[in-house]
């Protein structure tokens, strides 16, 4: 079945230093969604990227959608403690008139002072 | 006005036991998920429903029965619980008609459920 993987598993920067996930899939996809979950709480939807080689920006943030659109990255750049939490891209996979997202293995952000 | 909501949010009980987590989105939305977040973080899609009619399942041992009464409302009922399944369980909503839909997935707060 579909995988989706995110390196790094953890990363512990300290503020102002920057930060980069990446998601890789096993499959062709559709499109992609990242998701932010903080500590204790639920996934928050970030962005979404459709087109091969896109790239959208929010803030500090960049999303970037590979050419062969299995893969993609988020950067934060100068992290700071309130980006703290984990970050799951969700790749969907269309098949006929059916599709599934499938959530990567996330990635665990620590930022300390 | 919490968009999706569950209850309860904590669930400690023994194994063996039966129990029932439900959600309810007020968003108008077509498709209803529950998530299953392991202790190490990985999210994993168990059902969804479009309009009360399921649309995915997963292996999910069959001890899981999800049932949604109308399309806001998608409720988990587990029997035998066992200690593998304690987890974070979270409902989630999105627009579309299921299948096609490309819409961004919204979450509930979660509920924590442990096995003693």
């Known amino acids: 079945g579909q995988q989706v993987m995110q390196i790094p598993q953890y990363q512990h920067v300290q503020e102002g230093e920057d930060f980069t996930t990446y998601c890789n899939s096993s499959t062709t996809l559709s499109n992609i969604q990242w998701y932010k979950q903080r500590p204790g709480g639920h996934p928050v939807f970030l962005i979404q990227?459709?087109?091969?080689?896109e790239v959208k920006k929010q803030k500090r943030l960049t999303f970037q959608f590979g050419e062969a659109k299995k893969n993609s990255s988020l950067h934060i750049t100068a992290t700071q403690t309130t980006d703290v939490g984990t970050y799951f891209c969700a790749g969907r996979v269309r098949t006929g008139t059916a599709s599934k997202l499938t959530f990567g293995t996330g990635t665990r952000l620590q930022v300390t002072l | 006005d919490t968009a999706v909501s569950q209850t309860p949010k904590y669930l400690v009980t023994q194994m063996g036991n039966d129990k029932s987590i439900k959600c309810e989105q007020n968003l108008g939305h077509d498709t209803m998920y529950w998530y299953k977040q392991d202790s190490k973080k990985f999210l994993k899609i168990m059902f969804s429903?479009?309009?009360?009619?399921?649309?995915i399942n997963e292996t999910v041992p069959n001890r899981f029965s999800p049932k949604s009464p109308d399309k806001a409302h998608l409720n988990l009922h587990i029997n035998s619980l066992e200690l593998g399944d304690s987890a974070v369980y979270f409902c989630?909503?999105?627009?579309?008609?299921?299948?096609?839909?490309?819409?961004?997935?919204?979450f509930g707060d979660g509920t924590r459920l442990s096995i003693l």
């Open positions: 990227l459709v087109k091969s080689g």
């Open positions: 989630a909503s999105s627009q579309g008609k299921g299948f096609l839909s490309n819409q961004p997935q919204h």
């Open positions: 429903y479009n309009n009360k009619e399921l649309i």
